[in-house]
């Protein structure tokens, strides 16, 4: 609830963050409302395959056509699908895992949490595209496996906020109040402890879904994330990338602007409420 | 005793997010050679205002709009950056509020204390003997020169400052709330080492929130209240005969150790400055105020007896006993 | 002093070990655990008699229980060992791959690098001294823009611009192939090529260093745009600066004390933005044609050579955690403050 009050307090108020956030609240709308209604909105069928090959961006064709002459308007329409959905599974499967193994790190300490945040702290400081192309690889190419890839390599972002957030509350008063009163380790975290880290995930998540929007663009970029003909943005970008030196630029440009657009919308949006969150402290 | 200071209409404007606050309203003041004046106060009441703006060091967003701050014959406000730069630390300095802060973490004492004198053209090994001069004044061994600040007691950390401060024995030192960040027995000692610095010719400008602090060494107080001067005498004028009421219930709400009577506390909250209220802005907490006057019209700075100003328009309490 | 700083190296040194071991231990089970013949993998569905599977099997190591290849390639990495290429050509070391293919990714990186801190430290010192200002508001603009570029995207707008369209630059590659009087030594063509004192292959590497470097570099300093502005902004305001000024310290001395505050932080944010540079590197090699270990591991990804993969990722692991360990030491160095 608070959270909901917070946005419109946000649109109401002339504070400076609040262009960032309808700029960026505007594309990432623009790109779900995309995703949803592709099918009604993309002019042709995007794994088409026809004659007119490499045509320059034209009424017929917003954004030209490919090597293939696929529309590429109607792929960068249908490809919204598929990078929503892989950042939607890995971030809600990263926080799933990570954040009650972050609650019973700090709640419990002892072994259990040296040993997790020895593993964790090693994920989390190696480089995340790498890991996440060596467990693609593995896995196989399909947008489910991409978004386990991804989501292992977020894990420790979560755990590390929570597990440090659950440290500090547990020194407070209300919850050695619970423990004296005799309340179970599970019951303690879950009533007392998980209602105050939350604003910490959601920070935690606005940060991390535009990375994720990039890693994921850089799994399909290298081609491990889905198979031809599936409309995937990265996966046009790397197949546009040789046509570009011969002059043919629409087939690279679109789909790399739409990434780059909708990770930029989800990072200003991460601003202005992370903007919010700290102003409201001081 | 000649006149070293001379704040004329000093007016000082924060330019905040959420709007313009106005810190100091049309402050005037004298400050003469040799004497220990101190700016008492609430918080917010503009008192670390008018000493920031004395040495043109305002922080943003705030900015001086009017005013002039005469300091021996020139505008401070109106100098160059260079004749600036030239006057403070060795004509006027200033000690600050948090001994945890005012030092740069980085650098040890020595350096610090002895940049400061040369960047006023003293050479180095000169500066390096006086520093250890200096040290030995504050009663701190000389060989913390080569101490970082996080090495020494918030105290020691402040009577680096003072020794810095000295270092050229100024015509004014500005000392904002140097004590409030300590403990009342080191309190005493940075007081004793002020009282030295007037003894050699050196005005003390004071600031505190405590007006016990105030009557101690003060020879005149000067009360500060949402950015105006209200009230401003000797220390015996202000103790025995307080104009204004509010200097009235500051100096009633003193605890005493040994009475038994309650303390008196001020009721109400300080103004808004972004909105203070019409007329005098003391009248929403005065016991005096009289409707139609008091919430219309601002009440003057007028000399009431000699060397004794008030800003009030029932100056000594008509109603009151 | 010298020796507790001895000591608090040689522990931060130790805290290495288990974090390489963790991701060996993970890269191998996820490499070794899932089902399917590597061998089989690459070699197809072509018939291949089943002595010569066995063979191949034996090279590769797989034939042994994988505990049993577990500890046997932990213990040959301790030498330097890092197993043999499983494909295409199959049975070289793999470190000698990797001894030709990390130069040139050092040099990418140290390059992107410089341009990153370089351009954050401008850009987040201009932000902080126009605070408030429309300056400031662009700075954060830039900072979330340079921030979440696609890689990829942005290097080819480089190369489109700078290559096609301009004819400036070249787009690919470390040196213009035509001039064959260079010859690698140490593989960094920079040294190298001053060392041989051939000015021309300098000036073609350097050439083709600018563009990677410039697209990998700018995406990175939007991190860094934004730290030092913050610190900066909060430096600027603590009382030591007015006291500096309340001294008559002149300006100049007391930004530059105030930066050398602000930037303490921003040391660690450099350790921590190491990993980023390195997976942002992969993004640059595969764009560029850059023949580094990014475009390395993407190779041997499309042979099934797991063992190569295996060794870059180690490889990888152990420089981020020497470069953590060095960034440690500067900011103990660089603080007074922390204790050794």
Known sequence: MMVIEGFVKLLRERKPGRGLFIFGFSIVLIVILMAIFAPWIAPHNPTEISADVFQPPSWKHPMGTNNLGQDVFSRIIWGSRVILYVVAVATTLSIVIGVPLGLLSGYRGGKIDRVLSMVMDSIYSFPSLILAIVIAVVLGPSPINTAVAISFVYVPTYFRMVRGQTLSLKGQLFVEAARALGVKDWETMKKYILPNVLPTVLVVFTLSVADAILTEAGLSFLGLSVTPPTPDWGYDLRVGQPFLLDGYWWLAFFPGVMIMLLAMGFAMIGEAINERLSLGTR | MGMLLEVRNLSVYYYTLSGVVKGAEGVSFNVEEGEWITFVGESGSGKSTVAHAVMNLVPSPGKVVSGEVIFEGRDILKLSKEELRQIRGKEMTMVFQDPMTSLDPLRTIGDQMIEAMTVHGVPEDEARERAKELLQRVNLPPDRLDYYPHQLSGGQRQRVSIAIAMAFRPKLLIADEPTTALDVIVQDSIMDLLDDMKAEGTSIYFVTHDISLAVERSDRIAVMYAGKLVELGTVEQIVENPLHPYTKALIEAVPDLWSERPVKAIPGYPPDLRNPPKGCRFHPRCPLAKAGLCDTEEPELREVERYHLVACHFPGGAKDE | ?????????????????????????????????????????????????????????????????????????????????????????????????????????????????????????????????????????????????????????????????????????????????????????????????????????????????????????????????????????????????????????????????????????????????????????????????????????????????????????????????????????????????VEY
């Open chain 3, 1 to 337: 002093m010298a020796r507790g700083l001895g000591r608090y190296i040689l522990i931060r040194a130790l805290m290495i070990i288990p974090m390489i071991l963790i991701l060996y231990t993970i890269v191998f089970f996820f490499l070794r655990i899932l089902p399917g013949n590597p061998i089989l993998a690459v070699v197809g569905t072509k018939n291949i008699p089943p002595e010569q599977l066995k063979h191949l099997e034996h090279l590769a190591g797989l034939d042994k229980p994988l505990y049993v290849q577990y500890f046997d390639y932990l213990w040959k990495m301790l030498h330097g060992d890092l197993g043999v290429t499983l494909a295409s050509p199959m049975g070289k070391p793999v470190s000698s791959y990797i001894a030709l293919r990390l130069p040139a990714t050092i040099e990418l990186t140290i390059f992107a690098f410089t341009v990153s801190v370089l351009l954050g430290i401008a850009t987040g010192v201009l932000g902080a001294i126009r605070k408030g200002t429309k300056t400031d508001t662009a700075m954060r603009v830039y900072s979330i823009v340079a921030y979440t570029l696609f890689i990829p995207w942005f290097g080819m707008m480089l190369q489109y611009l700078f290559g096609v369209k301009l004819h400036w630059l070249p787009t690919s590659g470390r040196i213009d192939p035509s001039i064959t009087s260079f010859h690698p030594i140490t593989g960094l063509y920079i040294l190298d090529s001053i060392i041989q004192g051939n000015w021309t292959a300098l000036g073609s590497v350097l050439e083709h260093l600018i563009l990677p470097s410039l697209t990998l570099g700018i995406v990175l300093s939007g991190a860094y745009t934004r730290l030092v502005r913050n610190n900066l902004v909060d430096v600027l305001s603590q009382d030591f600066v007015r006291a500096y000024k309340a001294r008559g310290v002149p300006d100049r001395k007391v930004l530059l004390y105030a930066l050398k505050n602000a930037f303490i932080p921003v040391v660690t944010l450099m350790g921590l933005q190491f990993a980023i540079l390195l997976g942002g590197a992969v993004l640059t090699e595969t764009t560029f044609n850059w023949p580094g270990m990014g475009t390395f591991i993407m190779d041997r990804i499309s042979y099934r050579d797991y063992n190569s993969i295996q060794g870059a990722v180690i490889v990888f692991a152990f420089f981020v955690g020497v470069i953590s360990l060095i960034v440690d030491v500067i900011y103990a160095l660089l603080d007074p403050r």
